[in-house]
């Protein structure tokens, strides 16, 4: 009976406390610093990784712009395009663009100077043309392109060669453990899966789904909590589960801290959407946010996951509703911003691993590119107005990779991550230790923080 229940708990651990994992030096966590986790000094990085690809040709479409206007967008997207009249306008100084009518609240945002809008971003090796692409100098080209896997990866570790062990999140709560120095749980909280991205070398995440952290089963007697405590802490010279024995009572200990705390929180007035899993997740990371200050964190990221954005067929039933997820979602995060009074303090991003074709697959659906358009929303975002370049949509043209309007970015995701990593607390000069390529195309921030 004792091997099998060993053997549960040690299952359970790891299924229940989601990659805990061992904090190493991110802190001392101890007896919590009453002084510390002031809201004054908080900033919050939360990013929303939009899994599969979502198509931006479908997300921010040009109307009249200095370049180009809707009819060429129009003549390329075939049976893709979005009417004229279905788009959300928006400005971006005297040029009018369109937003997928399914993003209302996010237009809203971005009327009211609360979200800002950076086009044709992606993962790059240093500056790229269509005529040093074409040379095929795998050297300069982040590998396996077009994955759905390999994409992810580069674009949450920074690496676009190969496969990273750590992700720029946890590099950066890496760099920044000072101002965490009184935590009493890990500063990296993923709401869906723990990706790379919240991954650093010095620190774990923790796993926070919407459900609510599990604690360990079997711990249902004083006798049996004593028997494991005893379990946990015996020396047997064996380094390998010394390490898992740490592991899992950190993990425990997290597990049993945070529930009491949100529950004993006052509950958030804001009204989240229900039936939307983005909009779960949001909330949860809200709510973790309200106890800031009793878990001595001054510095938190989050990590939200939707999924469903590989758009080969179907596109226009598939990415309509995911699109209002996320306007909708996004909302009622920055109304619960406001109502904990830190909208300044908190910067939401989204992500995805890669853009999609601007000509369509068969009539229905776009297929695996590159660039792609993303939004940064916050009180603290020098928003209602685009960063970056705009691409021409033309096929073949100077953006294009190829013949089908595969973009190549013209902003690279470093520069993406290291302007939020600077308005984080990360010094300029630490940020190659976060995106080891960043010289390539320098430290200026690309200026949608302040």
């Not at 590998?143 to 720029?168: C, E, K, R, V, Y």
């Not at 660039?371 to 705009?390: A, M, P, Q, T």
């Amino acid at each position: 009976m004792f091997i099998r229940s060993r053997r549960e708990f040690l299952k359970d651990t790891l299924r229940s406390v989601t990659a805990l994992g061992a904090v190493g030096g991110m802190a001392k966590f101890g007896e919590m610093n009453a002084l510390a986790a002031t809201g004054s000094n908080y900033q919050a990085l939360v990013c929303i990784f939009l899994l599969g690809g979502n198509d931006g040709h479908n997300t921010v479409i040009p109307i009249t712009t200095a370049q180009q206007n809707y009819n060429q967008y129009q003549q390329t997207r075939g049976g893709l395009a979005i009417p004229t009249a279905s788009l959300l306008p928006i400005a971006n100084g005297s040029d009018t663009y369109g937003l997928h009518p399914s993003l209302v609240e996010i237009q809203g945002l971005y009327n009211q100077g609360k979200a800002a809008v950076l086009a044709n971003v992606g993962m790059l090796v240093q500056p790229i043309t269509r005529a040093i692409y074409l040379t095929n100098n795998s050297a300069i080209i982040p590998s396996a392109l077009f994955s759905h896997s390999d994409q992810s990866s580069q674009w949450q570790t920074g690496i676009p060669a190969g496969n990273g062990s750590s992700g720029w999140g946890g590099r950066i709560t890496d760099l920044l453990q000072s101002q965490n120095s009184a935590a009493i749980f890990p500063p990296v909280t993923a709401t869906n899966s723990c990706q790379l991205f919240c991954t650093g070398v010095q620190t774990f995440p923790a796993t926070v789904p919407p459900t609510g952290m599990a604690t360990l089963n079997g711990l249902t007697s004083a006798s049996a909590n004593a028997g494991v405590q005893q379990l946990l802490t015996f020396d047997n010279g064996v380094q390998l589960v010394q390490a898992a024995n740490g592991i899992m009572t950190r993990g425990n200990n997290y597990a049993n801290t945070l529930p009491g705390l949100l529950a004993s929180a006052p509950p958030l007035q804001t009204q989240f959407p229900a039936g939307n899993p983005l909009a779960a997740q949001l909330q949860t990371v809200a709510k973790v946010m309200a106890v800031r200050n009793q878990l001595g964190l001054t510095r938190q990221i989050f990590f939200c996951l939707l999924d469903g954005f590989d758009t080969h067929s179907l596109q226009f039933e598939t990415q309509t509703p995911l699109l209002q997820q996320l306007s909708q979602a996004v909302l009622a995060f920055y109304q619960a911003t406001q109502e904990l009074g830190i909208d300044g303090n908190v910067t939401t991003f989204t992500a995805s691993e890669f853009g999609r074709t601007l000509t369509p697959s068969g009539n229905d659906g776009s297929d695996h590119a590159w660039g792609n358009h993303h939004f940064i929303i916050g009180s603290g975002v020098k928003g209602g107005r685009f960063y970056g370049n705009f691409p021409l949509l033309v096929p073949g043209g100077p953006n294009d990779a190829g013949t089908r309007g595969v973009l190549l970015p013209t902003t690279a995701v470093d520069q993406y991550g290291a302007t939020m990593a600077q308005w984080f607390g990360v010094p300029q000069n630490s940020l190659p230790t976060v995106f080891p390529n960043i010289a390539n195309f320098g430290t200026n921030p690309l200026g949608f923080l302040g």
